[in-house]
């Protein structure tokens, strides 16, 4: 038996996600599970150069057609490493993506990633509100303790959002051509910083 097959049998269980399909509902953003309804964006987003560039890749090479297959493959699908979720604002307008992945069940780490699609709202607060809501749901309906995410050290603004979300000790982290900022959070600080925060996690057959 190799290395990875003695991981698989002795891998810790932890809890990862919610026992139910959930949306989370903060101060501007609903973040909610994907749906076939979010393809046309994500597609469009994909596309899009400018989101590509700060996201540290490339747009993606492929037809609508081919993207739709992918993504609707990917619904039918659950991970035991991640989980990805649509953001809606108050009017239930698709505006972005985020997700947690790379779950080590060792560490009870994960890492974090969002995107704002829609640029019309760009700095407004959309990206912070919705990190936060994601936190939120992380610690305290999984048994992850430790959360981390790159951003691109060009990229101030992200920075500056993630560090109202709660995200601190930012680190210099060099990935082939591109140099990235690393920042954490750890789940007792997060939780006593944001102790306040109103946050409301609705399982999906409880929604009007």
């Not at 509902?25 to 590509?52: A, H, M, Q, V």
């Not at 947690?100 to 060792?106: C, I, L, Q, S, T």
């Not at 939120?136 to 500056?160: D, G, M, P, V």
Request: aromatic share 14%; with cysteine; hydrophobic share 35%.
């Amino acid at each position: 038996m190799n290395s990875q097959s003695w991981k698989k049998l002795f891998m810790p269980k932890i809890k990862i996600k919610s026992e139910k399909s959930i949306s989370i509902f903060g101060y501007k953003t609903i973040i909610r599970p994907k749906s076939k309804n979010d393809i046309k964006n994500d597609f469009y987003w994909r596309t899009d150069k400018e989101l590509s560039e700060l996201d540290a890749t490339l747009p993606i090479n492929l037809s609508f057609e081919q993207f739709e297959r992918i993504s609707i493959n990917d619904l039918s699908k659950s991970s035991q490493w991640s989980e990805k979720f649509s953001i809606d604002n108050f009017d239930k307008k698709h505006i972005g993506n985020c997700m947690f992945y790379d779950v080590n069940r060792w560490e009870k780490s994960c890492e974090f990633g969002i995107m704002i699609g829609d640029k019309s709202y760009w700095n407004g607060g959309y990206g912070t509100d919705a990190s936060i809501g994601m936190l939120y749901y992380i610690f305290n309906e999984t048994e992850i303790e430790n959360i981390y995410l790159h951003t691109l050290k060009s990229n101030i603004r992200a920075q500056k959002a993630f560090k109202k979300a709660g995200f601190e000790s930012p680190k210099h982290i060099k990935k082939g051509r591109y140099d990235f900022i690393k920042m954490t959070t750890e789940k007792n600080l997060w939780l006593e910083k944001f102790k306040d925060i109103k946050i409301k996690i609705i399982p999906e057959v409880e929604q009007d």
